[in-house]
Structure formats: C-alpha cells, structure tokens
C-alpha cells in the first residue's frame, strides 16, 4: 500500500497547468494528431482574447477616420493641379507651337541688277522696237524716232574718211566712216535689205545711236565669213572704233558698253573621238 501511494505522488506534479497528464501518454496523443494532418490550434486564454477584440473595433473607426481625411486632402489636391496645369500648358504649348523668329518681319533685299551685256541690250532694244512697230501698224501712227545723245557729234570734213576693221566669230568687216545723212549700206546693199531681222538691225546702229552720229554719217561695209549674227556684231564692232577715230573723247562711253571689246566667244573645235566638241558617243555594254 504505501508504494502505490508514493507513486500516485510522484505522478501529481508531472501533471501541466491545464490538467493534462504529461507522460507517454500526452506524446502518443500528440503525434497522432500530427500524423493525422491536424494542425495545433492555440488557445489564448480568455482575457487575452478579449482584450484584441476590444483594440481592433477601437482601431478601425481611427483608421476610416485618418482614411476620410486623406481622401479629402487627396481630392483637393487633384482640384488645385489641373487649374495650375491648364494655367502653364498653354505658355507651353505655345512655346512649342511659335517657331523661332516668326514674329520678326521680314528684310526685303532687292536683288542688284547685273549690267547688260552688248548683245543682250540690242535684243531688249530690238524688242522694243518691233513692239512699238506693232502698236504703230494697229493703232495707224507714226513711229517715233530714237533721240541723239546729249552731247554735240564732232564736226567733219567734206573728204574726210575713217577706215576700221571689226571681227566677231570668224567674220571680219572693214568699215568706211565718212560725213552723210545716215545711210548704213553692207556689201552695197541697204540694211534693211542684208539684215532683215530688228535685231541684227539694232546690233548695227547701236554704237551710233548711243554717241549721236546716227544722222550725221554715213557708213559704208564690207563683210564675209560667219554667218549673219557674226557678221552683225563684225560690223558694230568696226563701226565703235571707226568713230573713235572721228571723235577720241567717245571711246570712254564705247568702252562702257561692251562696243569696244572683240568678242572672242566661239565654236569649240571638235575632237577626235567625239562626235562633237565634248560630245562623245553612247556607251553600249553588249
């Protein structure tokens, strides 16, 4: 008797707080609950329990309280940026749209007008003339003569003869200046008659009528080789330094216009292999 008492003693204080046996018995339950797939649930105790409930339902109205403010704080500030927005995106999109230097006026620059060679001025003359004889045929008036040059022409014998050579292209002219009327005969022959075209006509009586000797000599010309425009610009040639002997002080305003000047401009030859100057035959690969 006395060795059963002293074992349910022993047994007493092995015992856990919550009334379970610790022994063989509480690890077999133990293991087969884990073996099961049963997972250990803790139990806190009551008060504990309790007391976190109690905290969450006081931390919630806080945390929709603090969530309202910020909601309200947010929305303001969603009003208050697109009125800055839109008040900076238009400076910026104008910024963007204006190209630089688009406000400024634009400097009219008047191109310089380049001087007019010889033969360039007797077409524009040659035109002229031919217009103001079309507006004459339609309109059934005269036409107008061209007015002399300001200054005075020089006075000249009765026997007085003026001789000098003029060259364009390969035509040479020699010309004969004596005193007359105005008479131009080439090759005995009228001008009208040899240069038909105004222009060519135009080329010829150019270097009278810019220094005014136009009525008050006569001309008479030789010419060959070329063709008809060397041959014009040939005898304007001649005639420019036939009155530079009549008059030296006009050799200056000759020389200003080009009259003066042989004009060497020419024909290339044409070269061996090519079929013109520069021209060459077409290439073919097969």
Known sequence: MIDD?????????????????????????????????????PTP?????????????????????????????????????PAAEKAEKPEAEKKKDV?????????????????????????VEAEEEERAQREAA????AEEEPQAASRAPAKMEGDARYLATGKRKTSIARVT???GSGKIEINQRALEEFFPRPLHQTTVRQPLATTGYEKTVDVRVRVHGGGISGQAGAVRHG?????????????????RRGFLTRDARAKE???AGLKKARKRPQFSKR
């Open 5 to 41: 008492e002293n074992q349910k003693d022993e047994t007493t204080p092995e015992q856990d707080e919550g009334g379970q046996p610790a022994g063989p018995d509480a690890g077999e339950d133990s293991s087969s609950s884990q073996a099961a797939g049963e997972e250990p649930t």
């Open 45 to 81: 105790p009551a008060g504990e329990a309790d007391g976190s409930e109690s905290e969450a339902a006081e931390a919630e109205p806080e945390a929709v309280e603090e969530s309202g403010e910020e909601k309200a704080e947010e929305s303001e500030a969603e009003e208050a940026k």
């Open 99 to 123: 190209i630089p230097g688009a406000d400024l006026e634009p400097i009219a620059v008047e191109p310089e007008e380049r001087p007019l060679s010889a033969e360039e001025q007797a077409r």
């Open 138 to 141: 339609l309109v059934g008036e």
């Open 177 to 179: 200046v004596l005193p």
């Open 239 to 255: 005639i420019a330094r036939a009155l530079t002997k009549v008059d030296p002080e006009l050799r200056g305003e000759l020389k």
């Open 269 to 271: 030859r044409r070269k």
